[in-house]
């Protein structure tokens, strides 16, 4: 009878919730009966406590923070260059004061070498939002007028959730007017020096050739003798300066053909000889041709400039060495060696920049404009070869040329080649 009684006191707790609150009765009950129980002291000291630390720690944590960006602000308000960071969709997230400085006036677009504005899709910010690595060239026009040019490298930034890259941009307008003003001397030299330079050349040579034979005028001779050396010393460097010229230009051509390395090494020790003062120049050739597709004239031209090199750098009684041989039939390669001081091991580095020159050595001081070694490098890469340099401090010089030589010419058929010009 039990469980029928309580039945009817919950029926009846229904007919009473129903009057009072229409059919809502057995919600509000079920309601009733999910309500949790109140919280204890101890529970409500322990909840208060837990955020109290959360809380702390937030703050902890916002003020390290604040700490990390001031920092970071700090950090670059002292860079030099400008800073930019982009997100994915090219909108700076972050920049610093330089960048302000040097871009932010800036009322035109990225322009080219040649005044141009560059396309939407090359600019320094588009292009590090597409996640691109680069390093590029561009000028901007200021409000003024004034033009300056920057160079622009361009790194993406893994992992990050809103930046996708970041940007460093360097003015460089000091370096390229210095460069133009360098390239304008360097051709006005070349073309205002070689005509008079040929009319003293010219009138040297005549003068010798009319002078009476030996022992007559002998004074007169040696000081015209002295001045066609140094005038061809002359004209060798101003030869240097144009060929400078045309490589930059883009107009220094090559006569390419068959060329025998054996005859072309020994006529250039041959031609150093006569320049050395106590030094001896020593060739070792192969005995069979060793032929290169090549510009005769040029690749003389190396084997000079790194003779009168060694030369220069190798002072009093020495010893000069150059050597060729084929390496199976792939490569010729020439070395010529000098029992000079040695170059140090930070000035390697930077040898066959033009206009650079090795310090250190009193024979520097005679040297000529830099620019030898510099024109060895670029006539040997577009020989399609290489040069090197190994040098160890006092023990000497040694340059290395590599070149390949001419394609359809085995060693069996040069060597036949060779025995048949023989006979």
């Known amino acids: 009878m039990e469980p029928d009684g309580r039945l009817d006191d919950l029926r009846r707790g229904d007919h009473d919730a129903g009057r009072r609150g229409g059919q809502q009765g057995p919600r509000a009950s079920a309601h ?16 208060s406590e837990r955020l109290l630390i959360a809380s702390l720690r937030e703050q902890e944590l916002a003020e390290t923070l604040a700490a990390e960006r001031a920092q970071l602000a700090a950090i670059l308000a002292s860079i030099g260059d400008a800073v930019l960071v982009v997100d994915h969709a090219g909108t ?6 330089a960048f302000e400085e040097m871009v932010g006036g800036a009322n035109t677009a990225p322009q080219d070498a040649y005044g141009a504005a560059l396309p939407t899709v090359m600019w320094p910010r588009q292009r590090i939002a597409r996640g691109e690595t680069f390093s590029m060239q561009f000028a901007l026009t200021a409000a003024d007028g004034t033009q300056r040019w920057f160079e622009a490298n ?26 133009q003003l360098q390239d304008n001397f360097v051709a006005l030299a070349s073309h205002e020096l070689r005509t008079p330079l040929t ?31 140094h005038a061809q010393r002359l004209a060798t460097l101003v030869d240097d300066l144009m060929d400078v010229t045309r490589l930059e230009t883009g107009k220094l051509s090559l006569t390419l053909g068959p060329v025998d390395l054996a005859p072309l090494v020994t006529r250039a020790v041959e031609t150093a000889q006569s320049l050395a003062t106590d030094q001896t120049i020593h060739a070792t050739v192969a005995a069979a041709p060793v032929v290169v597709t090549g510009d005769a004239g040029r690749l003389e031209q190396v084997m000079l400039n790194l003779l009168t090199n060694a030369i220069k750098y190798a002072p009093g009684p020495a010893r000069i060495e150059a050597r060729l041989r084929r390496v199976g039939d792939e490569a010729a390669v020439i070395e010529v060696r000098d029992e000079g001081p040695g170059i140090a091991e930070g000035d390697q580095a930077r040898l066959f920049d033009r206009f650079s020159q090795v310090e250190g050595f009193q024979q520097a001081a005679q040297g000529g404009l830099g620019l030898g070694l510099y024109l060895c490098r670029e006539l040997i890469t577009a020989h399609g070869g290489t040069i090197a340099v190994h040098s160890t ?11 390949p030589l001419r394609a359809g010419d085995p060693p069996e058929r040069v060597q036949q080649h060779w025995e048949e010009r023989e006979e």
């Open 393 to 403: 401090w006092g023990r000497g010089t040694t340059f290395t040329v590599r070149l």
């Open 154 to 179: 361009g790194r993406p930034i893994q992992g990050a959730l809103s930046a996708r890259g970041v940007v460093v941009i360097r003015d460089i307008t000091a370096v390229s007017r210095q460069r």
């Open 199 to 229: 009319l003293v050349l010219g009138r040297l040579q005549l003068l010798l050739l009319r002078l009476p034979p030996p022992p007559d005028h002998e004074e007169t001779r040696g000081h015209a003798t002295v001045a066609l050396r």
């Open 92 to 97: 700076a997230v972050l920049t610093n004061a």
């Open 32 to 47: 009733a009966r999910r309500r949790p129980a109140a919280l204890t002291v101890e529970e409500r000291r322990e909840v």
